[in-house]
Nanobody, 123 residues
Framework: VQLVESGGGSVQPGGSLRLSCAAS????????MHWVRQAPGKGLEWVSS???????????MYVDSVKGRFTISRDNAKNTLYLQMNNLKPEDTAVYYC??????????????WGKGTLVTVSS
């Protein structure tokens, strides 16, 4: 299993970024996927999840702090997970990790992680 994040960078408050996670080594469409972040000096924070569309209900879930600003999506044909982040705030500054669920449903934990991509929101 390999998960490779990209799309991070520096942006001003109110700006947008789209993160991507290229997945390989497993049948991407059969598994739920997650985005998790770690702000400087802080612990891991779950951000968003999306269930498998093929084997589950395709439902998306978000932490309250990003609802209405972030959108998780997946392209099963491209084996890629996305996180569209709009109206970014300084408190969104973090390393963002892509993680694979242990099943088609998001509540089965995370068994593989990418190396992360840094998002910095600053004026």
């Amino acid at each position: 299993v390999q998960l490779v994040e990209s799309g991070g960078g520096s942006v001003q408050p109110g700006g947008s970024l789209r993160l991507s996670c290229a997945a390989s080594g497993f049948t991407f469409s059969n598994y739920a996927m997650h985005w998790v972040r770690q702000a400087p000096g802080k612990g891991l924070e779950w951000v968003s999840s999306i269930n498998s569309i093929n084997s589950a209900d395709g439902r998306t879930m978000y932490v309250d702090s990003v609802k209405g600003r972030f959108t998780i999506s997946r392209d099963n044909a491209k084996n890629t997970l996305y996180l569209q982040m709009n109206n970014l705030k300084p408190e969104d500054t973090a390393v963002y990790y892509c993680a694979k669920s242990g099943s088609a449903w998001s509540d089965y934990g995370m068994d593989y992680w990418g190396k992360g991509t840094l998002v910095t929101v600053s004026s």
